[in-house]
């Protein structure tokens, strides 16, 4: 496989050390074994439920939280040759790590938060720009930003305008440009339509279609919402409790899915209120058995007391379950 950006066997945990009351010592597994790679112009979606360890996971790979364990690996294209060995960029410096960040950047869930309401348009897509090696000066980066901004549908006069005088979708549109200026390889994707509403979904994900389709760019988009992500993804995984479940071709994987949490999220998306079933248990130790087994309905002993391996049941369809 043609891997940009790939992760192995990632893990996090975070200190539960918050109020008078809290335990000392006491954990929070939020990222357990997960290893997945995002093909060069494709898309990989994370799907799962809140609290499941998606945007933690999508964060360990930008560096926003430093993984206790495992790699991430990112294949650099320079000069339209791939490198021939993949660089750990858990280990990068903090020089290495801004290079690498100008090629993987991060589009945030709420764009009202992640905007600067005293910034205009055009600092708001320029403020990290402008201290990369690539920065073209005031007037080349001025004209690049207006045509960036035709090109996520806005007009190149909003580069004055104020976040605020935008609305929900127009504002991502903003954050969406600010992560192509520097023309990275990879974008990731934070939840980025959950946010607005049905039509506009669909507008921004039909912007981020031909943005891949123009650019090449490979994507890891993270949502809840499983149609949602089929339309979009080439592959998805599917996360619970900060593990991998399910992972198969997008377009197939509404009726291929075996696992009974993809099962689950289907039937929930199609409204029929199984998904209100339980819900993601907060890990505080490690996990030593299936973390769906307490929700699934055909949990035994043994899903209970040994967590499943992680297994290829046909080419490209992975799923950790004792059952299948």
């Not at 660089?87 to 709420?110: C, H, M, P």
Request: net charge positive; aromatic share 8%; with cysteine.
């Amino acid at each position: 496989m043609d891997y940009i950006l790939e992760a192995k066997n990632l893990k996090k945990t975070f200190s539960l050390e918050a109020g008078f009351f809290a335990k000392a010592d006491q954990q929070v597994y939020a990222v357990n074994d997960v290893s997945f790679g995002i093909e060069r112009g494709k898309t990989y979606g994370l799907v799962g439920e809140s609290g499941c360890g998606k945007t933690t996971t999508a964060r360990l790979l930008v560096r926003m939280y430093k993984a206790n364990s495992g790699e991430i690996l990112f294949r650099e294209k320079k000069d339209g040759k791939i490198a021939d060995t993949a660089t750990n960029i858990i280990n990068l410096s903090s020089a290495g790590l801004k290079n690498y960040r100008e090629k993987v950047k991060y589009v945030f869930q709420d764009p009202s938060r992640s905007l600067n309401p005293r910034m205009s348009v055009f600092h708001i897509l320029t403020n990290a720009y402008r201290y990369s090696k690539s920065w073209p000066g005031k007037t080349a980066a001025r004209q690049k930003a207006a045509e960036l901004l035709e090109e996520v549908g806005l007009d190149p006069s909003d580069l004055d305008r104020r976040p605020a005088e935008f609305s929900g979708g127009q504002r991502q549109r903003i954050s969406i440009a600010r992560g192509l200026i520097m023309e990275p390889d990879v974008l990731i994707c934070d939840e980025v339509v959950s946010a607005l509403d049905v039509s506009v979904q669909g507008q921004i994900l039909n912007l981020l279609h031909d943005i891949k389709e123009a650019r090449g760019l490979s994507f890891l988009f993270i949502a809840h919402d499983l149609r949602v992500s089929c339309y979009f993804c080439d592959t998805i995984g599917v996360m619970y409790s900060g593990m991998l479940m399910e992972e198969a071709p997008a377009r197939d994987l509404y009726k291929t899915a075996v696992h009974p949490y993809t099962k689950l999220l289907f039937a929930g998306s199609q409204g029929s209120g199984e998904q209100s079933k339980g819900e993601v248990k907060t890990m505080l130790q490690s996990v030593s058995g299936c973390p769906f087994a307490h929700r699934c309905p055909n949990a035994t002993e043994k899903c209970r007391a040994q967590i499943p391996e992680w297994k290829e049941i046909e080419a490209g369809h992975k799923v950790r379950c004792h059952i299948v």
